[in-house]
């Protein structure tokens, strides 16, 4: 029983405090400047392409050369890269490869595409 004028006081207080917190406390109005405005649109959005390709390269390597620019139109078969460089060694195994093709062919009659090797008997 003696609780009931207890919190009914705190109650009280409580109520007291949270309305005259208010009266001594005035706000001062800040001037709010004046917008002009024009005929300009500001938007975002996003440009998605109409046609996608997916390129696949039967070789790995480090691209040396991009012998096309962005944009550009091309065509079927058309060189898009060169792979390999001086410093690549799959680049410089197949350069050697081609000097050893090219030796061959020009001390033998037979044309390069139709050289047979001989298996060795060892």
């Known amino acids: ?19 005259s917190a208010g009266a001594g406390a ?8 004046t917008v002009l405005a024009d005929s300009t649109i500001i938007a975002e959005g996003r440009v998605e392409p109409l ?20 944009g550009q139109p091309v065509t079927k078969g058309q060189p898009l890269i060169r792979l ?14 081609l000097v050893r093709a090219q030796k061959a062919s020009m001390t033998s009659s037979t044309p390069p595409g139709l050289m047979w090797h001989k298996p060795s008997s060892t």
């Open 1 to 19: 029983m003696k609780q009931k004028p207890f919190i009914a006081l705190i109650l009280f207080s409580i109520l007291m405090s949270a309305c």
């Open 26 to 33: 005035t706000a001062t109005p800040a001037a709010i400047p």
């Open 51 to 70: 046609r996608d390709a997916e390129i696949a390269f039967t070789a790995s390597g480090v691209v040396s050369d991009v012998l096309v620019a962005e």
């Open 84 to 97: 390999g460089d001086a410093s690549d060694t799959q680049f410089a195994a197949a350069q050697l490869e």
